[in-house]
């Protein structure tokens, strides 16, 4: 079974925080994603990657940075957490060129005051 | 870009088949997806179609129209534990790597 773990379940940080969010993902996958979930938005993606070092915007990128040092490991980064980036965070993987067909943790609910 | 539009709550009883659609408009398309969330869970995966047509799986089948820019999930014989989110994904392609847009979800309720 494809495991996607993430660093925290619940996070509680300050405005103006630097936030590290982890996700690792133990079946070699090559595409890892971090989105966003905020009640009736669905899930909005933020960055993606599809390879070490690789990293591709999403719809969302503003206020975000990400970090893909090793295969199985996908970093997001808030600089300077502010309030409206509170929100559950689900990081995904997938095989290969099955994008369609995404693996997720269990989320991180971030909470920024 | 892309954008997505599925219905924002169905209900149902137990025992029912339910439909639930999903209109979309996206460039580069490569196919639609279909994820399950349950209160408090994480999404996981149901269904994929690239192709015109119904793919079945158990007691779920998604349908694909592409020419309609139109899919659908179809439960049967529903029970109370297929109450969750329902949301459907459009995958795209760039030159680099896909990745899949969702839309906002419908929320179904299994009535006893």
């Known amino acids: 079974d494809v495991k996607v773990t993430q660093s925290s379940r619940y996070l509680v940080k300050r405005t103006g925080e630097k936030v590290f969010l982890e996700c690792v993902q133990d079946?070699?996958?090559?595409?890892m994603f971090w989105y966003r979930q905020d009640p009736g938005l669905g899930l909005r993606l933020i960055y993606f990657?599809?390879?070490?070092?690789?990293?591709e915007k999403g719809d969302i990128p503003e206020g975000y940075s990400v970090s893909r040092e090793k295969k199985e490991r996908f970093s997001l980064i808030l600089e300077s957490a502010s309030t409206n980036q509170t929100s559950m965070y689900l990081c995904?993987?997938?095989?290969?060129?099955?994008?369609?067909?995404?693996?997720f943790g269990p989320g991180t609910r971030l909470t920024v005051t | 870009g892309q954008s997505l539009e599925q219905p924002s709550e169905v209900t149902a009883v137990e025992g029912a088949i339910v439909q639930i659609n999903c209109t979309y408009q996206?460039?580069?398309?490569?196919?639609l997806s279909w994820y399950q969330q349950h209160d408090g869970g994480a999404p996981t995966f149901l269904s994929y179609?690239?192709?015109?047509g119904l793919e079945e799986t158990g007691r779920f089948s998604s349908f694909l129209s592409r020419s309609d820019s139109y899919g659908y999930l179809l439960l049967q014989e529903l029970q109370m534990k297929d109450s969750a989110s329902y949301f459907c994904?459009?995958?795209?392609?760039?030159?680099?790597?896909?990745?899949?847009?969702f839309g906002d979800g419908t929320t179904l309720t299994v009535k006893p």
């Open positions: 995904a993987s997938s095989f290969g060129d099955r994008y369609y067909e995404q693996y």
């Open positions: 079946m070699d996958h090559e595409n």
């Open positions: 990657s599809y390879d070490v070092k690789m990293k």
């Open positions: 996206t460039s580069g398309f490569y196919g």
């Open positions: 179609n690239a192709l015109d």
């Open positions: 994904a459009v995958s795209s392609i760039n030159t680099n790597a896909g990745k899949s847009t």
